[in-house]
């Protein structure tokens, strides 16, 4: 026998006789060799990436030696092995520069939770439904069999495979193996995506992708509903940044506006926050071009193919005067011509739109705006050589026979209007490489366990944050807790074995990963958008407002994102920086809307829209529109790990499927709803600030 999986019995005497003298024990003490060789008490510091979004940050791990509980041959038991005791961002990598967020802090928590699924499950035959949570243990040997004949009995134009967004080798690898099996190509699935940003930049600058933001070197920044800050695209590159362009600079600090309609983040450490309506935010865009150009600062020509998507560019934009954008927007006439001069003046400028500004049903024409404004006063950069995945719709799975899912929980994160979770339970095989059971993979047939990153070959290719091309790769940095193995390695595995094999060039994940990037496929050009994608159009929103009175506006959560990290108990004590919840969320309402409806804080609310309702406790802000209701994602979990199942509600549930025309994605700020008190404060909403009544208003200062 292998000594690394000796096992050795009973190794300790005294308690072996300790559990014997009180007549038959319960459990043996297993004591497996160690598999490790490492000086007890010296750190190892190795490098790795963090996984827990696609900015693709470089850590540093703190690795000592230490005793921890395994599994290994389906036994539990205790060796001695180097453990990741401490992530920290890696120095000098281009994207992080030994940063590292609050969420990369805590993605060590992935590899130790109790909660983790560490070894093959199948789901229990029965009478119980799809979904029920009932599994039973396989060995590896017998999960693969059961695949590769699943595989076998499938038309290949009939699997279908589902991931979460990874720029990256793992990405590709799953599409090469769709490819040879002769199935579609997957679908990367985020609710809070940003393929309209990506579409409109392809328009126009060319590039399908999002931007590096230049905030280093700006002396003005102007976002337009970008949390920039917090959670969207590359937040730690961005602070990094931001940080240069405010302090790093002797006698130059930069100027940041930020224009949205829901206190974010970022828009509390902005110098000016400007509110504006929901789905105008092109509108204000281009208000600011035309004072620009009208007073001579800027040429029209100088905005390039950006300012020709703008309909009536090239004559100044004359329907756009800062009065004409005053009664569309809500922003005074002299506050846009003031900004726009600023703007103007102070060089170089940044602009750019993401999150509620383009998840509107013009979310396009948004987008274009702000591209065309920022191509005026500066030009754009982009991060080379980076090909990211076109959009597929979720619903696309509706007529697969077999369902591979890897990382994506798209039951969860999808609105209950799109049916997503009935389209899934009708696929008769369904398979999940997930390390926890959460809402999508409770529904599968066959869970086939991944490593965590840190056990596991990892690799990143991020489509921004640096000026140059970023690529990404590290080692395990300790061996496996349990019987897991690496998703990719399984389908090589499996692809070896069909009768139809599919020819995959690696032995291995890690070969794949040393061989490094795979050449750029051509990718065929795409047409201009139907329609007059240029032209502003009224955004549509799904509810009547004389019934549904507000905007609704779902948000990624600081600490849990959409919701896929909420398994994370370190992210659920990690306050939320304007409200302070933890283990809870909250609905957002205007202060003083919030008084003449009658509702305090704490108070149990009913929000509802034409597709559902949630109940949640209220948060009276005033960083808030009075017509808007805002809600961080995250929360609402029916089936995450102890530590998320049942607590808070979804807001994406409630979620009209409606969706920009261009792209085909969810419009998930185009929903409105209504708002009743149902209850008292029952204590569900815990802060770690208390009120915001709490204490009086501090003393004018003379």
Same mark, same amino acid.
């Given at each position: 026998?292998? %000594? ?83 992530? /920290? ?13 609050? %969420? ?60 979460? $967004? ?5 990405? /590709?690898?799953? $599409? ?21 940003? %990506? ?61 949205? @309609? ?35 600062? $800027? ?11 703008? /309909? ?28 726009a001069k600023e703007f103007a003046e102070q060089r170089p ?79 008769? @095989? ?86 490094? =990037? ?8 795409? =047409? ?6 240029? *032209? ?31 398994h994370l108990p370190m992210l659920q004590e990690l306050p ?66 102890? @530590?998320?199942?049942? %607590? ?25 709803? *209504? ?22 208003? /501090?003393?004018?200062?003379?």
């Open positions: 026998m292998d %000594r690394r999986r000796f096992i050795k019995l009973s190794a300790l005497t005294g308690s072996s006789a300790t559990l014997a003298s009180c007549g038959n024990p319960e459990y043996h003490l297993i004591r497996f060799v160690p598999e490790d060789k490492l000086t007890p008490g010296i750190a190892v510091w190795k490098p790795s990436i963090c996984p827990l979004c696609s900015a693709g940050c470089g850590l540093n791990v703190r690795v000592m030696d230490g005793e921890v509980e395994v599994l290994r041959d389906g036994k539990l038991g205790l060796t001695r092995m180097g453990l990741a005791k401490k992530l /920290e961002g890696l120095p000098d990598h281009p994207i992080n520069h030994g940063k590292l967020c609050t %969420r990369g802090l805590a993605a060590a928590e992935i590899t130790y939770h109790p909660d983790r699924v560490g070894h093959p499950l199948k789901r229990a035959a029965g009478p119980g439904a799809r979904g029920d949570g009932k599994f039973e243990e396989i060995s590896w040997d017998q999960a693969i069999g059961e695949l590769v004949a699943k595989l076998d009995a499938t038309d290949p134009k009939k699997l279908a495979m589902v991931m979460r $967004r990874q720029p990256g080798l793992r990405a /590709e690898f799953m $599409r090469q193996f769709a490819m040879k099996f002769g199935a579609p190509e997957p679908i990367a699935f985020e609710v809070f995506g940003d393929d309209v940003v %990506r579409r409109a930049n392809e328009l126009s600058f060319g590039s399908y992708q999002l931007p590096t933001l230049d905030l280093a070197d700006a002396r003005y920044v102007i976002s337009f509903g970008a949390d920039f800050l917090g959670t969207w695209n590359s937040p730690v590159a961005q602070n990094v940044a931001y940080g240069q362009m405010r302090q790093g600079r002797p006698g130059v600090r930069g100027k940041f506006v930020q224009i949205e @309609y829901r206190m974010s983040q970022t828009g509390a450490n902005a110098d000016e926050w400007v509110p504006v309506r929901p789905g105008t935010e092109g509108v204000l865009a281009l208000g600011l071009a035309n004072v620009i150009m009208k007073s001579g600062a $800027r040429k029209a020509a100088d905005a390039g193919r950006a300012g020709t998507l703008i /309909e009536g560019w090239g004559e100044g934009l004359a329907n756009y005067t800062p009065q004409e954008v005053e009664k569309k927007t809500g922003v005074p006439a002299a506050r846009i011509e003031r900004l400028g940044v602009a750019f739109a993401a999150g509620a500004a383009v998840a509107q049903t013009n979310g396009l024409f948004n987008a274009l705006a702000v591209n065309a404004l920022q191509a005026l006063v500066a030009e754009v950069h982009f991060m080379p050589g980076v090909q990211v995945a076109r959009p597929r719709k979720i619903e696309d799975v509706k007529d697969a026979q077999v369902l591979l899912v890897d990382g994506a929980n798209p039951v969860y994160a999808s609105p209950q209007a799109a049916k997503v979770r009935e389209a899934i339970a009708q696929i008769p @095989y369904i398979v999940s490489f997930g390390i926890f059971i959460d809402e999508t993979s409770v529904m599968a047939d066959l869970i086939l366990p991944d490593h965590s990153f840190l056990e596991s070959w990892v690799q990143a290719m991020p489509e921004s944050g640096a000026r140059t091309a970023v690529v990404s790769m590290a080692g395990p940095v300790m061996q496996p807790l349990h019987e897991t193995r690496s998703t990719p390695d399984v389908l090589i595995d499996v692809g070896k074995k069909l009768k139809k094999p599919v020819d995959l060039p690696w032995k291995s994940f890690e070969e794949m990963v040393k061989a490094g =990037p795979l050449p750029a496929r051509a990718q065929a050009e795409r =047409p201009l958008p139907r329609g007059e994608a240029g *032209k502003f159009a009224e955004p549509q929103f799904d509810g009547n407002p004389n019934e549904y009175a507000f905007h609704f506006l779902p948000y990624p959560s600081q600490a849990l994102l959409d919701g896929s990290l909420a939320d920086p304007l409200t302070s919840a933890v283990w809870s969320n909250c609905v957002e309402i205007n202060t003083q809307t919030a008084e003449k409806l009658g509702i305090r804080q704490g108070d149990i609310v009913e929000v509802a829209s034409t597709q559902g309702a949630i109940r949640v406790p209220a948060f009276p802000s005033p960083g808030i529109a009075p017509d808007v209701l805002a809600m961080p994602a995250g929360q609402g979990h029916e089936n995450f790990t102890r @530590y998320a199942t049942g %607590r808070g509600a979804n807001p994406i549930k409630i979620l009209a499927q409606i969706t920009e025309p261009e792209t085909g994605a969810v419009a998930w700020a185009a929903t409105r709803v *209504k708002i009743r008190k149902v209850a008292d404060a029952d204590g569900s909403l815990v802060l770690v600030a208390g009120s915001l009544t709490d204490y009086p208003p /501090e003393h004018p200062h003379r």
